[in-house]
């Protein structure tokens, strides 16, 4: 495996570049409320900064969004607001690339069924979520689960 080997990368998350972007598109948004003298336009301003700044900092919290940590047995790492999750490879149940219809194209969502403390979860992940393709990321699993 080279560095540039898809399989060699074990963890995945949010591009940092778009966190960024997301978070100075909401600085920005955030002074144009404050300077703006329209009242409902200041609202709307100033809801669309939240939204930004609200999903720049769920970017940062949840790094790495998914990961592998290998060992003996290896475990897959979720991140979620409440914190990560550890899966082994006997609580992943089924893990697929499902191509969903979104904006009139077809976008690949990677799919895992896991056995979260006896009740069945579904978690899914995009593109946004992975910073890679899911078709890649899912072959990195299904490589270090099969182990």
């Given amino acids: 495996m080279t560095a540039t080997d898809p399989s060699s990368r074990l963890a995945w998350s949010t591009p ?3 966190l960024a972007a997301c978070g100075i598109g909401g600085i920005a948004l955030a002074v144009a409320a ?3 003298n329209d009242g409902p336009g200041r609202l709307l301003i100033g809801l669309a900064a939240l939204g930004l700044l609200f999903l720049t ?6 790094r790495p969004r998914l990961s592998v940590e290998p060992g003996n047995p290896v475990h897959i790492v979720v991140r979620g607001l409440a914190g990560p999750q ?3 490879p006997q609580q992943i149940l089924r893990v697929r690339v499902v191509n969903y219809r979104r904006l009139g194209r077809r976008m690949p969502m990677l799919e895992m069924d896991v056995d979260h403390d ?7 992940f995009g593109r946004w979520d992975l910073g890679a393709h899911p078709e890649d990321v899912l072959e990195v699993l299904r490589i270090h689960l099969s182990r």
């Fill in 16 to 18: 940092g570049a778009a």
């Fill in 34 to 36: 404050f300077l703006s």
């Fill in 57 to 62: 900092g769920m970017g940062l919290r949840q």
């Fill in 86 to 88: 550890r899966y082994t």
């Fill in 118 to 124: 006896g009740d069945e979860k579904l978690i899914i």
